[in-house]
Structure formats: structure tokens, C-alpha cells
């Protein structure tokens, strides 16, 4: 059974930087084989993305409200994805989730929450 485990929220000031891993475990699981994603989910919001980077790791794209700001990055040998997160805005407030996604089969985390705020 694939699982992926997000960690590295907390409570952080406007203009910090907070970085958040995803650690990816399973059966048979090839990590190296799955594009990752991040998402993020505000309160009252739907859930939107953030950021993606191909199983490689050499292409990668983001949402324009975080562009210049966050920073996706993997490391296959450890199955392993972070995002760091610099110059945090109280919009970036939301719980944060991963996503492994392969020829049409997604695996979500339970998510991690980011507070930013004074």
C-alpha cells in the first residue's frame, strides 16, 4: 500500500519561510516513476495546486500566486519531495497536501498545515 506522509507545517510570521516534505513508502512503489505534486487547500476554499515537477525532477511548474516564491525539489533515492515556501503571505494559510500521480493512478497525503500569520 502506497503512502505518503507530509510534514513540516507549523506557525510562521509573514515573510518567513517554512520547507515541507512529503516522504513516499510502499510496496512495489517506483517513486521515481511518479510526477509530485503539491496543493494546498484554503479554508472555505477548494483545493488548488501549487506546484508540480516531473518524476525526474527537471521540469517543474507552479501556480502564478506562488511563482518566484516556492521552490518544488525531489530526491528519488530517498522518495522524497519538498516545497520551500519563502516570503509567506497570510493567503498561503492552508493545509497542504502531496500527490504521486502515474498513467491515471493518484496517491494523496493527509496533509500538513501552514499557518502564516502575526
Known amino acids: 500500500q502506497v503512502q505518503l506522509v507530509e510534514s513540516g507545517g507549523a506557525l510562521v510570521q509573514p515573510g518567513g519561510s517554512l520547507r515541507l516534505s512529503c516522504a513516499a513508502s510502499?510496496?512495489?512503489?517506483?517513486?521515481?516513476?511518479?510526477?509530485m505534486s503539491w496543493y494546498r487547500q484554503a479554508p472555505g476554499k477548494e483545493r488548488e495546486l501549487v506546484a508540480v515537477?516531473?518524476?525526474?525532477?527537471?521540469?517543474?511548474n507552479y501556480a502564478d500566486s506562488v511563482k518566484g516564491r516556492f521552490t518544488i525539489s525531489r530526491d528519488n533515492a530517498k522518495k522524497l519531495v519538498y516545497l520551500q515556501m519563502n516570503s509567506l503571505k497570510p493567503e498561503d494559510t492552508a493545509v497542504y497536501y502531496c500527490?504521486?500521480?502515474?498513467?491515471?493512478?493518484?496517491?494523496w497525503g493527509q496533509g500538513t498545515r501552514v499557518t502564516v500569520s502575526s
Open positions: 510502499g510496496f512495489g512503489f517506483t517513486f521515481s516513476s511518479y510526477a
Open positions: 500527490k504521486a500521480r502515474y498513467l491515471g493512478v493518484e496517491y
Open positions: 515537477i516531473s518524476d525526474t525532477g527537471g521540469t517543474s
